[in-house]
């Protein structure tokens, strides 16, 4: 019947709109609840909260004392501290220093200087060297009379 399904449409479409009316009051509560629910927890950071808005949270209000909770140091960090020294410096650490350039302990003449040029150092070891270019054209004119 053409009269029924035109009332059943209309029908739809009645609810659908105030469906849609329902869901945009459900979500403009939320949003209040939402902004109300911010601003206290702003105000308990802050310390201007009333009883009843700091009752609501299950947060306790009082700071703990420092000195209360002592921070302990694992073991495995000790060792290694005893070990090998607590942190320091690390950059600029191989760079001298006004100490470290007075002092000449551990310089030995004998090692860190160059050996005196003599005869007997000039000659090289190892293989002999080679002739000069007039010397080898001599010994090949010499071999040639031959």
């Known amino acids: 019947d053409p009269g029924k399904q035109w009332y059943q449409r209309r029908v739809r479409g009645k609810m659908k709109k105030l469906g849609k009316k329902v869901q945009q009051e459900v979500l403009k509560k939320r949003t209040e609840e939402k902004k109300q629910m911010m601003e206290s927890v ?18 306790d209000t009082e700071p703990e004392a420092s000195g209360s909770k002592k921070k302990e140091i694992n073991r495995k960090r000790k060792a290694k501290d005893s070990k090998y020294g607590f942190g320091g ?3 600029m650490t191989k760079k001298n220093t006004t100490e470290s350039y007075k002092d000449v302990s551990s310089f030995s003449s004998r090692i860190h200087s160059k ?3 003599s005869a007997k150092n000039d000659k090289r070891k ?3 060297q080679r002739p000069g270019k007039s010397k080898r054209a001599n010994m090949k004119n010499k071999a040639k009379s031959r």
């Open 115 to 117: 050996p005196k040029r």
């Open 126 to 128: 190892g293989k002999p």
């Open 89 to 91: 410096k690390k950059k």
């Open 42 to 59: 702003k105000k308990i950071r802050k310390g201007k909260a009333d009883a009843e808005e700091v009752d609501n949270f299950d947060i």
